[in-house]
């Protein structure tokens, strides 16, 4: 009976343990499946490729979407983290949404209409032809934390005083390099003054005294011919430097004002390789090339309110903060990136003119470079590397004459040269013709 009961007393043992170990195991799983499910959720998005994300974002949502800001959509770094913790949504929801929106809002899902009514009932564009993993990508892209904004350092900070200093130096080693060639000059002569005098006392020659030396000053004006040579030098010199100077009256070449809205062509021409007769348009059809209107610079800025950190610590580095030029053509053009909207309140902005020729002068962009061919750089210089705008050529008469009378005539493809050039070529015996050989160099042409 004592064995029974010791038996017994094992067996129950033996099963409560089993029980205990079956229940502590279901427990570690629980856990581990929570904190395995919690891991994946939080790396959820970060299972695709940021740097694809990146230019997958810039190329199909930067329009309407910016990562930390309101705009024609709302702001999406961390979405999909942001939808799972406030409204319960999973990616599923993301991948319907993008590929095909009207059709979540039709469906009657809460959180579709209330984002379609939030933004004015503008319906985001499908992308059905988004795969999976481009849109695991994108995802990634906007789970990553906002980068601080860039500052320069001590070297790209003070660049511009460095490369002053350093040039400033080399002209004081220069000058004060002659400064000891002159020193050491004066030194020589005064030695071998004293060595020729000391040789002369040890050979006992007697060294001429010169008592009556007259004034250099007075020698020159008793010397008849040396004081007309100097006349005609100094009248020949002023002539020179009087026509030189009443020649550069109206040539504003270098000229480079400060305008009100600071534009760096390096960046919009330059980096961004926006070809000029966007914002110059008129240039192609017309007598100027136009100043563009504040509309043209929103088609981009609309969604362009900041630059790249790294273009922005450029900017601070020249003495340039390229983001508070940004919000002056807000204010400008009267325009609240807050609410993304015209707010109706514009005011003009005063743009000072660089490039002006005199009444008297006739000039087309159209006949330049519609007709011609020529690239604006012909005019106006490396415009593609100029953070601040300025006039390149002189833009005279001899400037302007002297290019027509190099310049060959682009004919090829070029309707408008088909049978001048054909007559012409016979005359003047030659297969390509120069525009002064065109007749641009009669005076109507330019004079009227």
């Known amino acids: 009976m004592k064995k029974s009961y010791q038996r017994l007393e094992v067996n129950l043992t033996n099963n409560m343990k089993q029980v205990i170990h079956r229940r502590l195991g279901e427990n570690i799983l629980r856990f581990g499946l929570v904190i395995l499910l919690a891991f994946t959720t939080s790396l959820s998005a970060q299972d695709g490729d940021p740097a694809k994300g990146k230019s997958l974002f810039n190329t199909n949502c930067a329009a309407c979407h910016h990562l930390d800001k309101k705009m024609t959509g709302p702001a999406l770094r961390h979405v999909e983290q942001r939808l799972a913790d406030d409204k319960g949504l999973d990616r599923d929801?993301?991948?319907?949404?993008?590929?095909?929106?009207?059709?979540?809002?039709?469906?009657?899902?809460?959180y579709a209409n209330e984002v379609f009514n939030e933004y004015g009932g503008a319906a985001m564009t499908p992308f059905p032809q988004l795969s999976d993993e481009d849109l695991n990508n994108i995802l990634a892209y906007t789970a990553q934390e906002k980068p601080a904004p860039a500052t320069p350092g001590p070297?790209?900070?003070?660049?511009?005083?460095?490369?002053?200093?350093?040039?400033?130096?080399?002209n004081e080693l220069i000058l004060g390099a002659l400064a000891i060639l002159f020193v050491l000059l004066a030194a020589g002569l005064y030695l071998v003054n004293k060595t020729l005098r000391r040789f002369a006392a040890a050979q006992d020659i007697d060294l001429p005294e010169v008592t009556d030396r007259k004034p250099l000053w007075k020698v020159f004006v008793e010397?008849?011919?040396?004081?007309?040579?100097?006349?005609?030098?100094?009248?020949?010199?002023?002539?020179?430097?009087?026509?030189?100077?009443?020649?550069?009256?109206?040539?504003?070449?270098?000229?480079?004002?400060?305008?009100?809205?600071?534009?760096?062509?390096?960046?919009?021409?330059?980096?961004?390789?926006?070809?000029?007769?966007?914002?110059?348009?008129?240039?192609?059809?017309?007598?100027?090339?136009?100043?563009?209107?504040?509309?043209?610079?929103?088609?981009?800025?609309?969604?362009?309110?900041?630059?790249?950190?790294?273009?922005?610590?450029?900017?601070?580095?020249?003495?340039?903060?390229y983001n508070a030029e940004i919000q002056e053509l807000y204010v400008a053009v009267g325009w609240s990136d807050a609410d993304q909207r015209y707010t109706g309140e514009s005011k003009p902005v005063k743009w000072v003119r660089i490039h002006n020729l005199p009444d008297f002068v006739y000039f087309n962009h159209a006949q330049h470079v519609s007709v011609g061919g020529q690239e604006c750089q012909t005019c106006h210089g490396p415009v593609e590397e100029m953070e601040v705008l300025y006039q390149h050529a002189p833009l005279t008469m001899g400037w302007c004459v002297e290019c027509h009378r190099t310049t060959n005539v682009n004919v090829a493809d070029n309707a408008y040269y088909e049978k001048i050039h054909e007559e012409l070529s016979k005359k003047y015996g030659v297969e390509q013709l120069t525009v002064a050989e065109m007749g641009g160099l009669e005076c109507g042409k330019c004079h009227y």
């Open 93 to 110: 929801w993301i991948y319907a949404w993008i590929r095909n929106s009207p059709a979540m809002i039709k469906s009657g899902d809460a």
């Open 155 to 170: 070297e790209t900070a003070g660049g511009g005083q460095a490369t002053t200093a350093s040039g400033g130096i080399s």
């Open 223 to 321: 010397n008849q011919f040396l004081m007309l040579v100097t006349a005609i030098f100094f009248l020949l010199a002023s002539a020179y430097f009087a026509f030189g100077y009443f020649m550069q009256i109206g040539i504003d070449q270098g000229y480079q004002p400060v305008q009100p809205i600071h534009f760096s062509h390096k960046i919009h021409a330059g980096d961004n390789s926006i070809d000029c007769k966007y914002c110059h348009s008129s240039a192609r059809v017309s007598k100027t090339s136009g100043i563009p209107s504040l509309n043209v610079c929103m088609n981009c800025h609309k969604t362009i309110s900041e630059v790249a950190p790294e273009t922005q610590a450029e900017g601070v580095a020249i003495g340039q903060d």
